[in-house]
């Protein structure tokens, strides 16, 4: 079930990536090219069924995905957009 755990579950420990989605909201405001490429690259990892970390030391491709994961990573970029 989407979002099983309790409410509480939206408030979680904010990591760098958390950090990028917000950052990469607020420059979509002035390019809508960004809000493209976002979506596009979040929804590709869902259908592939993995994450990616750029920002580690050694990059890294996560098998597993789901839809859970990636509206908590949109919500963070629409959260950036609209601050």
């Known amino acids: ?39 596009a690259y979040q929804f590709a990892q869902l259908f592939l069924n993995v994450k990616v970390f750029l920002l580690e030391d050694k990059p890294y491709v996560e098998e597993g995905n789901n839809l859970e994961h990636t509206l908590k990573k949109i919500g963070e970029f629409i959260l950036g957009r609209l601050f």
């Open 1 to 39: 079930m989407l979002f099983q755990n309790n409410l509480l579950s939206i408030y979680y420990k904010m990591n760098k990536y958390t950090i990028i989605h917000f950052i990469i909201g607020m420059i979509s405001k002035s390019d809508d090219n960004v809000s493209n490429l976002f979506l």
